[in-house]
């Protein structure tokens, strides 16, 4: 670590992984209600459940951007953070709202929270991911802005490389594509268009460029191979990524009320999302290949290397299963949905977030990597979780394959409900290896308290 102001990243990391403890816990509450639909009623419904899980799952990993870009934009600017006290209260004040907000998912009924939360006077709320009250989304706007504002002008009094700049793109796109969330149309098609905009236009866009400039940084850092060398990739991939990922928002127009031309360009372009993340696999692999030195953390290279390979599989070949509008006509919102966005959240973000943490808080803890004993804990933690998503993955594909069968191809289909009844198997068998996730989830956390001989 070379300046002081990066040490604001610190509990930005540590909140991430607390909310990612959260998000795991209520994921499997909420697998164990698809088998055992009584599990923990009234006092925490299925739909509670569900919602602090996507909601933790979204606020944590913008805590982990957040926590990247802070270590990440005055290394690279060489100069300090321009204000690391609105840093910190901006911290508290984000975590103050995410742990507010679930308190009243879990307190009172979702309809009361929107009435006591100003709703009325500007709907919000009631979509899919986007659940937080008003008054929550109009606190992330404040912490975002105060967020660019510190980021930009340390930009703007500092160095300029392709790696901040793809950065603070990515993160000022994020912010802009969540004002849409406040547009909240009565026509049914135009609230889609909005919503697609801020869920596809951050995961499927802007937020790729995050991901491309974090693990740009981590590779430069553990590799030593020339800075130029990987701008020009990077600078391949995210062009990639807009190109496929914009026009791909395509895919989430079939069958809500569009013309049918997005069948065709929703189908091509986001047949092509797959190529960026290949692209990604090969730039991971290709850097370590060429690396000039042997770096002592381990772990972060693993971990970057393992977003590459994963992220390629969970959302380039998963999410081309069913992107084709033929194929989606049939599998659209079933079990393979699922799969596809459990593997492409871990491959691409979850294991993006990790991997910067790995590299910078042994930096920020006045070491150059961990202990091998903790680096050896934290590759067990890697790979308890990173195989038993595949298993999730693998499982939850199980059973969409099951429940179109049963429920949509079928002469005589089922209903919804005794689909389920069919597929159960499969959610038991997801709920197993959830567990095991946890588990490796608590290795890996505990490998930050695992004392031993610094590895450098």
């Known amino acids: ?98 742990g507010l907000t679930v308190v009243g998912y879990l307190a009172v009924p979702y309809a009361t929270l929107a009435k006591i939360t100003g709703n009325d006077l500007l709907p919000t709320m009631g979509r899919e991911f986007l659940e937080q009250p008003t008054i929550t989304k109009i606190g992330i706007v404040v912490v975002a802005l105060a967020f660019l504002f510190n980021l930009s002008m340390t930009f703007l009094k500092g160095r300029k490389t392709s790696i901040t700049t793809v950065m603070l793109l990515g993160l000022w796109g994020l912010a802009i594509m969540f004002l849409f969330s406040f547009v909240n149309p009565d026509n049914l098609v135009r609230d889609k268009f909005y919503w697609w905009w801020v869920v596809h236009l951050w995961v499927e866009g802007v937020w790729e460029l995050i991901l491309g400039a974090i693990l740009a940084f981590v590779l430069i850092k553990i590799t030593g191979v020339d800075r130029e060398v990987i701008e020009k990739w990077l600078y391949v991939i995210i062009t990639l990524s807009l190109i496929t990922g914009l026009i791909g928002t395509g895919h989430h127009y079939f069958w809500i009320g569009t013309p049918e031309y997005w069948q065709w360009l929703g189908s091509v372009f986001s047949a092509l999302e797959p190529v960026p993340f290949f692209a990604m696999t090969l730039f991971a692999f290709n850097m370590v290949n060429r690396r000039r030195r ?163």
């Open 294 to 456: 042997e770096h002592p953390n381990r772990a972060a290279t693993l971990w970057a290397l393992g977003t590459g390979v994963m992220s390629f599989l969970g959302a380039g070949v998963w999410g081309f299963l069913h992107t084709l509008s033929p194929v989606n006509y049939y599998t659209h919102g079933t079990q393979i949905t699922a799969a596809h966005g459990h593997m492409a959240f871990y491959g691409a973000y979850v294991m993006v977030v990790l991997t910067i943490i790995s590299y910078a808080m042994p930096l920020m803890r006045g070491r150059a990597a961990n202990s091998n004993a903790s680096q050896v804990l934290e590759m067990w933690g890697f790979w308890l979780m990173t195989i038993s998503m595949v298993f999730i993955t693998l499982f939850l594909t199980g059973a969409g394959i099951l429940q179109v069968w049963l429920q949509r191809v079928s002469t005589t289909p089922m209903g919804f409900m005794a689909t389920q009844d069919q597929v159960a198997l499969f959610y038991w068998l997801r709920e197993g290896t959830g567990l095991v996730f946890m588990i490796g989830l608590a290795v890996y956390l505990f490998s930050f308290f695992k004392d031993g001989k610094s590895a450098a």
């Open 1 to 98: 670590m070379q300046y002081k102001s990066q040490m604001v990243a610190k509990p930005y990391f540590i909140g991430a992984l607390v909310l990612f403890v959260a998000q795991i816990l209520f994921g499997l509450i909420m697998g164990l209600q698809y088998v055992v639909g009584d599990f923990l009623f009234p006092h925490i419904p299925f739909n509670v459940a569900r919602m602090v899980h996507t909601n933790a799952l979204i606020v944590w990993l913008l805590m982990g951007f957040m926590g990247a870009a802070y270590y990440m934009v005055p290394e690279e600017s060489e100069c300090e953070l321009y204000s690391p006290k609105l840093a910190l209260i901006m911290f508290w004040i984000f975590l103050a709202a995410a």
